[in-house]
């Protein structure tokens, strides 16, 4: 069991206290959507995966055994929500090409602030699923090796070469796209 | 151009990600020094991590929070079984069983008791050696089975209202009830 102050909301939460999840749910909402968002690479898809997340957790409240953070279990349902989320969605009937353009069309809305992040966004959806998942959440900084084996369903290990080889192919990627003019890669 | 190994590269992320420590960590800055094309490398690397780690949070929606309270009591969301597909349900299957009933005491099922015997079954062309040898080793005669007619109505009847009653419960009496203490909250 571990000490973590989102078991003190639980029990509130357990108790009847429907309300206490409000602070729960702002707590980590923008964990939740942003591992949802890196899955599945679509705002509106993420927003709904994330918030079934939520829903999810709280109903399964009472199954929640506390032996690690409340975080960690929950960003484990978002993932998997997120997955499964992405298994149904049409998107990834798309080749990898498509799916950079539409990336990149996206990547126009003023949420992108500099080049290099259009960029690292286009190399990064140039990654497997997985190892660009495993990247983004490393790179979440909260979470640690072993939290993101748990959250993913691997183990840390595999987490360790996952994110490492993640950052070489992406290095490579970045190189390809930039033909060596910026960021000296 | 000098190519550096998986190892080495391994060793850069590792001393990115500040968990080289020790001597390992001293002798690779010393071959920093030594060695331009690894120095060269760890810059591409650094300039990556800090890309990768200026990567913030994805935010959701103003409204996020909001919206996932306002959806915690409806899950599950898809219910199988909606209520008005449940009340069609559950009317047919009351129709039949007063169907079933009306014809039941209106005596059309009275003389429908028959003995189904086995010994006068017709046995099919590839089975009659077997049936042959059965006659002649074994020389037992096969049950017979009395059918009644009215008592297999009678037992869909009654399988007719447990299947009506669960439906009852689960389609319309369990969602309605929800429905009310949502409101009352």
């Known amino acids: 069991m571990t000490n973590d102050p989102d078991h003190y909301i639980l029990d509130r939460v357990l108790a009847g206290d429907q309300q206490a999840y409000a ?6 909402k923008s964990y939740a959507f942003t591992i949802a968002y890196k899955i599945l690479q679509n705002r509106g898809e993420a927003e709904e995966a994330a918030q079934d997340a939520f829903i999810k957790a709280y109903h399964h409240l009472a ?7 409340f975080s960690t279990w ?3 349902i ?9 298994r149904k969605s049409r998107q990834q009937f798309q080749d990898i090409e498509k799916t950079v353009v539409a990336y990149s069309q996206e990547g126009e809305s003023i949420l992108e602030k500099s080049d290099q992040k259009r960029f690292l966004r286009q ?6 699923e997985a190892d660009r998942t495993a990247l983004s959440l490393f790179y979440l900084e909260e979470l640690s090796l072993e939290e993101i084996a748990e959250i993913t369903g691997t183990q840390a290990n595999t987490v360790k070469v996952r994110i490492h080889r993640a950052r070489l192919r992406l290095a490579e990627e970045l190189k390809t796209l930039l033909n060596h003019e910026a960021l000296m890669l | 151009m000098e190519k550096i190994s998986p190892e ?4 850069l992320l590792d001393y990115l990600d500040g968990s080289l420590r020790g001597a390992e960590k001293e002798s690779l800055e010393q071959q920093f020094q030594q060695n331009p094309v690894l120095k060269a490398r760890l810059e591409t690397l650094r300039t990556l991590h800090q890309l990768l780690a200026g990567n913030n949070l994805e935010q959701p929606s103003k409204n996020f929070t909001q919206q996932v309270m306002l959806k915690l009591d409806q899950y599950p969301r898809t219910s199988s079984l909606s209520i008005r597909n449940g009340l069609l349900l559950l009317t047919g299957v009351f129709v039949v069983a007063i169907l079933a009933a009306l014809m039941v005491s209106t005596g059309m099922f009275d003389n429908t008791t028959s003995v189904i015997d086995l010994n006068k079954i017709e046995v099919p062309k590839p089975l009659e050696a077997p049936q042959q040898y059965v006659q002649e080793y074994i020389q037992q005669p096969l049950p017979s089975f009395e059918f009644d007619g009215k008592l297999m109505v009678n037992i869909i009847i009654c399988l007719n209202l447990v299947l009506g009653w669960i439906l009852l419960d689960r389609a319309i009496l369990k969602p309605l009830f929800k429905k ?4 009352g909250h």
């Open chain 1, 23 to 28: 602070s729960l749910v702002d707590k980590h």
């Open chain 1, 63 to 69: 199954g929640f055994n506390r032996q690690s953070k």
């Open chain 1, 74 to 76: 929950l960003f484990r």
């Open chain 1, 78 to 86: 978002v993932f998997n929500t997120a997955i499964s989320y992405k």
């Open chain 1, 123 to 128: 190399a990064l959806a140039k990654l497997n």
């Open chain 2, 8 to 11: 080495l590269e391994e060793k």
């Open chain 2, 180 to 183: 009310r203490m949502q409101m």
